[in-house]
Structure formats: structure tokens, C-alpha cells
């Protein structure tokens, strides 16, 4: 019985490791085939991402369209391949945008504390209490439409979220001995955040900011979907799936159901992926 | 921190997107299957569908949008003229054939060059039971002639207006004006009940008003936000004509939602704005399609910007247009390609002069042949290539994507550089106001129609002082014509006027005319007699509109 109960016991978790681990292995073999397609996408796309047929609109998957072709005759596939770059490119600038400001603010905040943290605090705190998309959509009828104001925005509403889980990352860090040792030895905060603490957040901000990428990825979509973001004849994914929407109602749904699931499966995998790598990069981090 | 806590948010994204996958795999469930192939190949065309077999209790028809007002003096798109067709009446009516007859005027004479007389009816009452008098069709013309109101323009020659019998009105003209009578069974020329109209007010037009009109149908009730009634016009003076209907309720949606509605039979019909919608209804055995004659042609029309200033450019673009694949992918195939900028409905009179004119012209091929494409190619190195893109503008919407990537594909084919740049919806119909919008494009596509048949009303918009000129094109001869062809009320000699001024502007390519959509009308097959011409904007169409059965 107790043998019995032991081996049940440790057998569960090994299954479990390894459900997780394919579901890992799957994820990061399709993001890897995607990035991979999104940079050789003029060597691999079979057609060019705009070229117009019509003698072959509105074709079902297969013959010489591998997913079919939308509304003027234009490659699916190719387009995607070609829509990958922007699509994934988008979200990587948003990202590396919002993480400037936001390790900023809260590294700031953490350090100095006093004022200068109630003030970021309550400026993060309106921040979020104004909801994402009004605040994008408002700074987009302001500065004008378009990839880059919509990468702007969203990074400006992404910011204060990186920048509270900084400030929380960064409290517990300077609560560690080695800061201390530091500032006795008359080492400026400046050289100290730069040099010895943000470099000690970037594993759990890491396995945080890939998590962050998938949604991202959805809000840069949206956008472009709303006619705020990339525009046509871009290949973005989600124009494409907005380009596509028209076909819906005659029957045709390849247009919007081939961008819609490659923005699904790609938001799908990076959330394994990210929970994984920051699983694995928090553990480092703890010990 | 918990970790937990630090991804909760983020868990979240995961089944948003599992969710969008679902979804979409749902549409895809729903949707016919992708081999479907939704080009309508037995769709009738006419100006009217089968007559009405009987009397109906009621029905339900759809709209895209709710009407602004039914004050037709402060505004009259679609939406307010498909339902006030019905409710107004004018000097004139526009018949299903599009062709014009006297209504409210029982004659309308040219005693001379300039003056034109309305012999009125003395038989007429409006929905209050007062009777329409001359003083009423007086004060509604200089009502409609005031600046600033819809259809103004129509009275543009007008120089004196007045009461000259007890049934009679008298309107003198700077010069003679041959669509004046045609422009008076449109908006101009309807009349209003003076009294109701003065004691409404700023109200007047408002859902909370009565109408002022004496048609088939009255205004019952607007419930803003959800529907319009029109209830059968007690003792209507044209018993002949009565309405077959007792209440029509009128609803507005979205394209989606009108399949919907019909197929579903929440609803019995529609006039569809893009005939592309009728694809997935010619599935329905419930509904009947059909289509009639109409003014509507689809341009790419040229701006001021400076690309196409050059007409060998705006002409090598129009032979290299594959207008075959944009009726196709644009319309379903309900679409003609078309060579020029004004559809068939606009020719009321000399129809087989029109015709066999409309067959003679080039330049504007359906589907561009090698040939074409050389001698566009030749065209473009006569002229040299402009240094900037052309550029086209775009709204987004469906119709306007395919448009504008065949005019890159196009210029592409030739060796011209084109680009497509978006302009938001809502600011897509100030290109006709803004220069500053025209600035960002040298083309914008647009679907354009005129409310008379008759062609010399489009072709003015080529004279050199015409607003909508935009690209400057110059012709003192083109210019004469539309003064000589607009004074000339013999149809045979303005047909010939008419024609010259087609070919003028089509070989110069003012715009570039792309398709020719008809009108098209989705029914239940439950009733039936509606025209399916252009004519419902103007003619009291759901008077007709009754049961298919006996």
C-alpha cells in the first residue's frame, strides 16, 4: 500500500512534466518554423505578398493556393509569410518601447521611494484605471494613425504595467544584503540600479515580457483590425483578417479564418513558451 | 509576489485566443462550404418584379441606416429617400422605366424658351385632408430653391417663380433649362402642405412630426433608434394607386444583418446598397433577387494632386484596368464593367442612339488585352512616368479595397509606380469638399448616380467651372456643348449634344469609370411588385408591393 501510494504519487508529477513538456516542445518548434518563414519570407513565399489574380479569387485551400486566395486573388499563404514580419516585428518594438519606459519608472520608484514613488505610483495607478484601448484609440485620432503611432501607444499603455511589476521586482532585490554592501562602500544608485540590480531582474522580467508579447501581438491585431494600425495593402495579420471579413457572409472563410488562427496558435504558443521560460527563469532568480 | 499572481492576467490572453480560434472555427461551421461559389447566374433584370397578385396586411423592409430626417429640404440620401418615396409627392414622377410623367402637375409646358408652366391637379389632398394648392406648390419650390437647401442647384437657372391661376405656376429661366422638368420628379420638386410645415417648424422633419405630403403611404411612427411605420394613406386622392400594403415597418442594419433578416424571414426585403450582398441570398429559397436599370457607374475619379494632370496617364490607367475582375470580385458578378461615368438608367430618351454610342467607345476595355496594355505602356512613355506614386485612396470597405489594388495592379503592368493610402469612412465623402483630403490622392473611387435621366445631367460635371472637375480639364468646345445641350429640349438633338460630351470627357478619361452596378432588390417570395429600377429613391414603390399569391 505505501509502495503503492509512493510510486502513484511520483509518477503523477513526471506526467504532468511531460505533457508540459511537449505541449513546451510543440510551442517552441512552430514559433521557431514561424520567425523562421517571417525572415525568409521573399525565398519562401510562393507568390508575391500584393500580387493580384483575378482570375483566382476567393479559392479554398489547395492546387496552387496551399490556404487559399482572398477577395482579389492574393496568395494566402504569401501573405501571411510576408505578414509574419510585420505582425511579429510589431509587438518585439512595442515591447522594447514599454520596457524602456516601464523598468525605468519602476527602478526609479523602487530606489528612490518617498515622493518620487507615490507620485509614479499614482501616475501608473491613472494610467491603468484608463481603459487600454480608449487611451491607444485617443492617442492615435491625436497623432494620426498608422503601425508606428499604434507600436507608440501601446507601448505608453503597456509601460505603467511593466513599470509596477519593475518596482515590485526591484523592492525585494534591494532588500538583499549585497545593496547594502554596496552603498556602504559609497557606490552611486545610479551605477548600482544599472550595473548590479536590473541586470538581477531581467530573468523573471524576461519570462514576463515574452508572456507579453502574445498579447501584443492581440492588441497590435485589434488595432489593425479596427483600421487603427498597419494599413493596406500591408499583409499585418490582423488587416488581413479585417480585409477578409467581407467574404464571411458569401461563404467565404479562409480570408479571415487563415490570419485569425495564425494569430491564435501564435498567441497560444508564446504564452507555453512564456510560462515555461519564466518558470525556469524564476527559479534561478529565487535561488 | 506570487507567481501565480505575476501570469494571471496573462492566462487570460491564452483563452482569448483559444476563444478567437473557436470562434473562428465556429464562422467556419456556419459559413457555406469554401467551395461555394456564390455568383448569382439567374438573376432577372427589369425595371420592375412581377405584379403584385394582392393585398398584403403588412411587411417588414430593411435599410443600412437610420434616416437623419425626413425633411428632404436639409437632407436626402438613401436611406430618408427609400422611405419618403413613398410619402411625398412631386410635379413630376419618375416611372420604374426611369422615364418621367406628370403627377401633381397634371401637364408642364414650355410656352417659351424660358418659361415653363405647371397645369396642377385640383384633385390632390395631403394626409391631413386640406387640399394642395398652387399657393402650397409655389412656397414648397421656393422652399427647395433657397440657398442651402438639398436641391437648390436644381433651380439654378430659375429667375422668377410665381402663382399665375388658381391651378397654375409659371417659372421663368435665364436660359432654357431641358432637365428642369426631369429634376422636378426628384427632391425639387416635391410639395409640401405649407401649413403643417410652418406649424412644425424646426421640429418639421423631426420623428416626433407629422409629414407634410399627400402620397400613398403616411408616416406613422418613428421610434428612433429601432423603426419607422408607414400606414396606407386613408382616402388617398389616387385610388387607382392606392397602396396594396395597410403598415410597412422599416428596420436598419448592417449588410449581415439584412441577409439575416431575410433569410430568416424576419424580414420580407430590401434594396441592397452592394449588389455583392445578393450572393449569399440567391442561396435562401425564400428570397427572390433581382435588378433594374440604374445611373450608378463605380469611378476612380482624378484629383488635382498632379500625378494625373497628364490625360496619356489617366488614359493608360483606364486601358490597363481589368474592370471584368473587379465586377467579379467586388460585386459577385452583379456588376457590369463599364466605359462610362453614368449608367444606362440615365438614358430616358433616344435609349438605342445612346446605346449604340455607349458600344462605340474605347479606351475602357472590361479586360485589358496585350494590345491594350502596349499601347498604354506607349502612352506612359509619351508622357514619362510621373516622379511620385500615384496615389489611391481607400476607405477600407470591401468595394473600394478591390478597386484600389486592380489600379496598382494596373499600374504596375505598365510601369507605373501606385500606392494605396487609407482614408477613414466617415472622412471619405469630404474628397468632394476638401482640398486639403484631395491633396493626399490623385484618384479616389466612388460610386456616383444622378436622379435624372437624362446624360447631359452628368456630363456638366466636366464644363471647366464644374465643382467636381477636379483634375482641371479644360475644352471651350465642351464647355459650349453643355450650355448648347442643356437649352436644347429636342431629344433627338440633345442625345447627339449628349453623346458628344461622352466621348469628349471619355477620351479624355476625367475619371476613370470602373463597373456599372444596377440597381438590386432582395424580396421574399411572398410578395412581389416593387420595381427593381433606381426609381424606389423617388417613386412611391411600396404602394406596389403586395402579396405573390391571389
Redesign the interface.
Known sequence: MSSLSTSTLASTPVIGRKKRDVAYLVSLGFLIVVVAAALLAPWVAPYAA?A?D??A??Q??GGAHLL?TD????DLFSRLIHGARESLLGPLALLALATVFGVTIGTVAAWNGGWIDVVLARITDVMFAFPGLLFVVLVIAVFG?GPATAIVALALAYAPVIAK?TR?LALAEMARPYVDAYRVQGVGGFFLCVRYIIPNLTP?LLG?LV??F??GL?SLATLSFL?FGA???SSEWGLMV??GQ?G???????P??VP??A???V??AV??V??RL??RL?SRFER | MKRNDRFKPFARTGVIAGAAAFTLALSACNAAGPQAQSTPTDVSFGPTTSEAAGKIGSFTWMITQEPATFDLDVDSATAENTIMSNVCERLMQLQPDLTTTPHLAEKAEWTSDTTVVFTLRKDVKFHDGSPMTADDVLWSMQRHAAKGADESDEYANVTDMAKTGDNQITVTMKQRDAIFLQAMAGNGGIVLNRKVVEAQGANYGSPSAPDACSGPLKLDKWSAGSSITLTKAADYWDADNAAMADTITFRWADDNAIVNALTSGEAQGAYLDSPATAGPLQKSDKVQIAQGPSTNVWSLIATERGALKDERIRQALSLALNRQGVAQAAFGGLAKPWKAPVGPGSWGYEEPTFSAAYEALAGAPAQPSNEDLDKAKKLVQEAGAPAEPIVVANSGDSIRNVISSALVEAAQKIGLKAEIVTIPRQQYGDFYSDASLRAQADLFSDEYYISKNDPVGFYKNGASTAKVNFVKFASESYDNKVKEAQATTDDAARAKLAIDLEKQWTDAVVWIPVAHTPATIAMSKDISGAPSSASFLYYPWAADVGSSKK
Open positions: 500584393n493580384v483575378f482570375t479569387i476567393w479554398a485551400p487559399g477577395q482579389v486573388g492574393q494613425k511589476f515590485s523573471p514576463y508572456v507579453l502574445g498579447e492581440m483600421g494599413q493596406p495593402p479585417q480585409e467581407s464571411i457572409i458569401q461563404g467565404h472563410i479562409w479571415t479564418l485569425g488562427a494569430i491564435a496558435a498567441v497560444v504564452n507555453v512564456g510560462v519564466s518558470d524564476n
